[in-house]
């Protein structure tokens, strides 16, 4: 699977400091990950956002090609699917 540059840049974001800077709520950290991106990376990163979550990746997939953005928040099972809803979610407010 061809990762984009974007995901790599969304998971740039999801640092140590992300709750004191964006909060604590999931939908803020989603909104903020995302909000120094062009609106073409944007539906670059949407685009991606949707293959991962209709394709058949199990929770274990999605965890491996998350990690490999590096990331420093994790989250665990259904926690990560819902989190890159949120994003995909995001985007699509135009936020």
């Not at 979550?53 to 999605?62: A, I, K, R, V």
Request: aromatic letters at 12%; one cysteine or more.
């Amino acid at each position: 699977m061809q990762i984009p540059d974007e995901f790599y840049d969304l998971c740039l974001y999801l640092h140590q400091d992300s709750f004191y800077v964006y909060g604590t709520d999931p939908k803020d950290i989603a909104a903020g990950a995302i909000r120094h991106m062009s609106k073409a990376q944007k539906e670059t990163l949407g685009a991606f956002l949707d293959a991962l979550l209709t394709g058949n990746y199990s929770d274990d997939e999605l965890q491996e090609i998350y990690r490999r953005g590096d990331p420093e928040i994790g989250f665990r099972g259904e926690e990560l699917r819902y989190f890159l809803r949120l994003v995909r979610t995001t985007i699509d407010r135009g936020i």
